[in-house]
């Protein structure tokens, strides 16, 4: 039987690095961190290693179309498929930042929205019967959601919306945030909320898409939120720790064989929540 590997994006710090040392312990595997920069990624092996834990590590770039198609082709080369795929890889500027916002929309909807989906374009096919996906979301983006327009959120929750269409949707954002009409357009005045939305409604196409074109496979997909976590990204005064924020999409991440739920779900604190 071939070796199980699992594959984790964003991975050299912060909750990535938090679910490669949760997933070395628990998983059955091989388990990969990754990142952009490989000398970051070296040291966050070696520090793991110190702990008596053994990743391997493949460079990963999300926003590199061809990094992203040269990591699928090794792990289609040299296991035959993956096992356990965690987009984990996201950005967010500082509150004070004085980016001006159209900016900040497309940069921030960039890594998190459309280079999630570039890695869901390539990697899903390499997703093997009892697979798990877990996309790394965000309560902002329920939040978010709420503040949208009623149009927007019936969209956003419908059984209905296309992958095309939320694509649509996204790019729409940006446009309009660069105008300074996102508002007017009923959306809120968050764009790293706007990109979790998509990474949510993103998990819930995928699952559906999964279970008709492959509905034997048993192959799960669902987007999480860590909760507050002190990395660089939220307050050095966030409640929680990495590995603390770790637990939900490691959680996903091992549901055990024959699971069928939950699928396409929004989950945090290892519960389904209302989207």
Not at 67 to 79: D, H, M, Q, V
Not at 113 to 132: E, K, N, Q
Not at 142 to 164: H, M, V, Y
Request: some cysteine.
């Amino acid at each position: 039987m071939s070796t199980k590997v699992a594959v984790v994006s964003g991975s050299n710090k912060g909750i990535g690095l938090a679910i490669i040392r949760a997933l070395c312990k628990q998983f059955k595997g091989d388990v990969y961190l990754t990142s952009r920069d490989v000398g970051r990624g070296e040291e966050a092996v070696k520090a793991l290693n110190s702990e008596g834990l053994k990743p391997k590590f493949h460079q990963l770039d999300i926003n590199d179309l061809n990094s992203i198609k040269t990591a699928a082709a090794y792990f289609k080369e040299k296991y035959g498929g993956v096992d356990i795929l965690i987009n984990n890889a996201g950005i967010a500027f500082k509150a004070s930042d004085p980016t001006p916002f159209g900016v900040q929309a497309e940069v921030i909807l960039k890594t998190n929205f459309f280079a999630t989906r570039d890695m869901s374009t390539h990697f899903l096919p390499l997703i093997r019967a009892g697979g798990r996906v877990v996309n790394v979301s965000s309560m902002v983006g329920a939040s978010g959601l709420k503040q949208c327009s009623p149009e927007l959120q019936q969209r956003f929750r419908s059984e209905d919306i296309t992958e095309d269409e939320l694509v649509v949707l996204m790019q729409r954002f940006v446009s309009e945030a660069k105008k300074g009409e996102h508002i007017q357009r009923g959306w809120p005045d968050m764009a790293y909320a706007v990109s979790k939305i998509g990474v949510t409604v993103l998990s819930m196409i995928h699952a559906r898409r999964l279970s008709k074109e492959r509905p034997n496979d048993g192959v799960l997909v669902n987007a999480c939120c860590p909760g507050w976590v002190r990395t660089d990204i939220a307050a050095p005064g966030a409640p929680k720790s990495p590995d603390e924020g770790a637990i939900t999409p490691v959680y996903l991440a091992l549901l055990p064989p024959g699971a069928v739920e939950p699928n396409g779900k929004y989950v945090s604190d290892k519960e389904v929540q209302p989207w």
